[in-house]
């Protein structure tokens, strides 16, 4: 059994990150064009101030276009957190579950017409957190099946409304291991 488990949404497509480079690039040149116009002249404070704004909202934009979520579990001292991630740095507290209890599957209706798949970890009698969301059945269920494994709790596949199913993970192991 392992000691912790890393979900992790897919990588960010490859055009993204010259976009967040340029943005991060812009923001460090409003920063010291700031500081020196500030140092030369008497600038005016609503100068440097929008200035500032401007900054600051490049480097938001630049973080929404290279971050990552994560959800660390840490199954020996039994807590879970959700992290975003810019490079080496991560934003997230940890959380304590006193009871894994399962993990469920469902489909949740886009405005589209199409549908997203979520799984949830269910603990502590009836709280959830939801863990991934993934647009293909197979790839979420198999996210879903892995958890339950690794955690050693049931696995609920609510994708059918009103007609949820317990699903035998004897029988998927027999399926996975033929494959």
Not at 6 to 29: C, M
Not at 47 to 63: D, E, R, S, T, W
Request: aromatic fraction near 14%; charged fraction near 25%.
């Amino acid at each position: 059994m392992k000691h912790s488990i890393i979900i992790s949404e897919s990588d960010r497509p490859i055009w993204q990150i010259p976009i967040a480079a340029f943005l991060f690039t812009a923001a460090l040149g409003f920063f010291i064009k700031v500081i020196y116009e500030a140092q030369l002249t008497n600038v005016n404070t609503s100068y440097v101030i929008n200035n500032l704004k401007a900054a600051i909202l490049l480097i938001i934009l630049g973080i929404s276009f290279c971050s990552k979520k994560r959800i660390h579990i840490d199954i020996v001292n039994s807590r879970f957190r959700p992290t975003i991630e810019v490079g080496p740095i991560k934003i997230g507290k940890w959380n304590t579950i006193q009871d894994y209890e399962y993990v469920s599957i469902f489909h949740q209706p886009l405005s589209n017409g199409s549908y997203i798949f979520e799984v949830n970890l269910w603990y502590d009698s009836n709280k959830h957190f939801k863990l991934y969301e993934e647009y293909d059945y197979k790839e979420a269920f198999l996210i879903a099946y892995d958890l339950s494994e690794e955690l050693d709790i049931d696995l609920l596949d609510a994708t059918v409304p009103n007609d949820y199913k317990w699903k035998d993970k004897e029988e998927w192991k027999d399926k996975i291991n033929s494959v």
